[in-house]
């Protein structure tokens, strides 16, 4: 996490807004924010090298990375090369994955489907975002709800017929009619700026619940499983409301429902490896649960995954 924390009170003598209603509206009380000597590529490495030492690895076993963002350091090349570069790591290869929120979840279907394609041993999965970047300080309806951060896991190759362990199941979808509901008003080919972060909140949250319960449900589905046989939910930090009534309508139990969106905001890509940092760094979720990962966000994009941590 960047060094400075950033408490609902900081935004009173910025925008008009109240640390209640941020509470009650979002569950939302601080989020950490960026220092300029604090990048997406710099808190990435930082998450991948303490994904590597948890794993007891060095950035010598490691043949992919791929790096969850739609804050980039630049436009191009891709910060998963910066962050490569950063390990001391000149070997394998790295690229980069934006779908916005949904981005790790994106990203740990896709290292998955390398390992088992043969093409990767050991990957290095990084969801690292600086939206404070990107956000309309003006704008009391988006810059209030999102912070800055950086997780990272290692999944791994294992020989012989392993069914029941690493990444069971996944689901992802994305649906463009809705690119006009959260997105950034700039880019490289339209107008050559960086832009600002722009979201009809309403209409993204009218959507959330049912996009997310029927992809947790297709999940469920293709493994063969229910929401009772879950011992974890690690769900999109974006909102608490949006998090209870997901849970809610699947029957999953209040208690098995990792929240961190009360401290860290909604950091984007980095919500969900953040979230399983925490509830494995507290000694919740152990070696051989079941643990369910979703996401919602910009195009819109969602999706999740089953997997056996
Ligand atoms: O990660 C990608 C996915 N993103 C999301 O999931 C975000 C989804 N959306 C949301 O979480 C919610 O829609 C918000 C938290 C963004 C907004 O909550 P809401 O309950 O939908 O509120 P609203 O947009 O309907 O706004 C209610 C009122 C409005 O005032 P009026 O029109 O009722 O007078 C807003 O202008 O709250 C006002 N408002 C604020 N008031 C104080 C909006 N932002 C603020 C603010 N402080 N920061």
Request: glycine letters at 10%; one cysteine or more; a negative charge.
């Amino acid at each position: 996490m960047p060094r400075r924390i950033m408490k609902n009170a900081d935004f009173e003598g910025m925008v008009e807004t109240s640390d209640e209603w941020i509470v009650q509206r979002t569950g939302i009380r601080q989020r950490h924010v960026a220092a300029d000597d604090e990048t997406t590529a710099s808190l990435g490495e930082a998450a991948a090298r303490a994904a590597l030492d948890s794993a007891g690895m060095t950035p010598a076993d490691i043949d992919l990375i791929i790096l969850a963002t739609s804050t980039p350091n630049n436009t191009f090349p891709a910060t998963a090369v910066e962050i490569q570069n950063r390990l001391g790591m000149h070997h394998g290869f790295a690229f980069d994955m934006q779908a916005v929120c949904s981005g790790f979840v994106y990203a740990v279907a896709t290292a998955d489907l390398y390992i088992r394609g043969g093409l990767a041993k050991r990957v290095l999965v990084i969801g690292s975002e600086t939206f404070s970047r990107i956000l309309d300080w003006n704008d009391r309806s988006t810059c209030v709800l999102f912070g800055d951060g950086a997780g990272a896991l290692v999944l791994e190759a294992q020989d012989g017929a392993i069914t029941d362990r690493g990444v069971l199941a996944a689901s992802l979808r994305s649906d463009g009619a809705h690119k006009d509901k959260l997105f950034v008003d700039g880019g490289p080919s339209t107008t050559g700026t960086v832009g600002h972060l722009r979201m009809e909140g309403r209409e993204v949250f009218k959507h959330a619940v049912g996009m997310i319960t029927d992809v947790i449900e297709a999940t469920f589905g293709e493994a063969g499983i229910t929401a009772q046989d879950l011992d974890w939910f690690v769900p999109h930090q974006a909102n608490k409301r949006i998090i209870d009534a997901s849970a809610r309508k699947l029957g999953i139990a209040e208690e098995k429902v990792v929240v961190t969106v009360d401290l860290h905001g909604n950091t984007s890509a980095a919500s969900v490896p953040l979230a399983l940092a925490v509830a494995v760094a507290d000694g919740r979720i152990k070696k051989g649960d079941l643990v369910l990962l979703e996401a919602m966000g910009g195009g819109f994009t969602w999706g999740a995954v089953l997997l056996r941590w």
